[in-house]
């Protein structure tokens, strides 16, 4: 199994641009699950999906973040528009509701200057 | 959501056993105990979970007080390798596991 996957991998944008970040969980898995990990905050739950339908998304900073699954491979972050302060290492995390074990991707290092 | 507290950071010798502690007063009957790991420059691993009985499995040993309020992870024969950031994390009936700061294991060669 080729694990989660994430793409970009790095991201630099200029403030003001649309970023979005992509995630391919693992087949088979239906808990889908968004993290932002910064210095000063340390690992933050952004939202996750269950069965591709978004259960708990309190963890969402503000409006400018979306996220949508619009099937059980595939899942979009997007922040429209950016700010530095949302420079961080982003992950996605899968995992099976009958073992619960979350699965993390490599990570997308987002710079916005 | 249930905390739990951990050592900011820990030092150990390569090749000897580790034991991080974590406590967790107001841990509920129906939470589990989960530890994740972090090794640098990527994302956070699972080690191990329980509920009240000790456990055990490739990576490690979860040793739970008979009270569950606090926790110990094992690690056997710590390798230069396990040098991350260990994360003990109570979690719920819900899939949603909230991550806290972790200890810093440094591994001594």
């Known amino acids: 199994d080729a694990g989660v996957i994430q793409s970009p991998r790095h991201e630099v944008t200029e403030m003001g641009q649309e970023v979005t970040l992509r995630c391919k969980p693992i087949?088979?898995?239906?808990?889908l699950f968004w993290y932002r990990q910064t210095m000063m905050r340390g690992l933050e739950l952004l939202i996750y999906?269950?069965?591709?339908?978004?259960?708990?998304d309190s963890g969402m900073p503000e409006d400018r973040f979306s996220a949508k699954m619009p099937n059980a491979s595939f899942s979009t972050l997007k922040i429209q528009p950016s700010e530095p302060r949302d420079s961080a290492v982003y992950f996605c995390?899968?995992?099976?509701?009958?073992?619960?074990?979350?699965?993390f991707g490599p990570g997308t290092r987002l710079t916005v200057t | 959501d249930a905390k739990t507290t951990q050592p900011n950071s820990m030092e150990s010798n390569e090749e000897e056993p580790v034991h991080l502690p974590c406590n967790h007063s107001?841990?509920?009957?129906?939470?589990?105990i989960h530890w994740y790991r972090q090794l640098p420059s990527q994302g956070p691993e699972y080690v191990i979970h329980g509920l009240t009985s000790n456990v055990n499995n490739r990576m490690a040993s979860l040793a739970i007080a008979e009270d569950r309020k606090s926790s110990t992870l094992i690690l056997h024969r710590a390798t230069l390798r396990d040098a991350a950031v260990y994360y003990c994390i109570l979690r719920g009936r819900d899939d949603k596991i909230i991550f806290g700061k972790g200890t810093r294991l440094h591994i001594l060669p």
């Open positions: 107001t841990i509920s009957g129906t939470d589990y």
């Open positions: 999906f269950n069965n591709n339908v978004p259960i708990d």
């Open positions: 995390a899968s995992s099976k509701t009958s073992t619960y074990e979350q699965y």
């Open positions: 087949s088979g898995h239906n808990s």
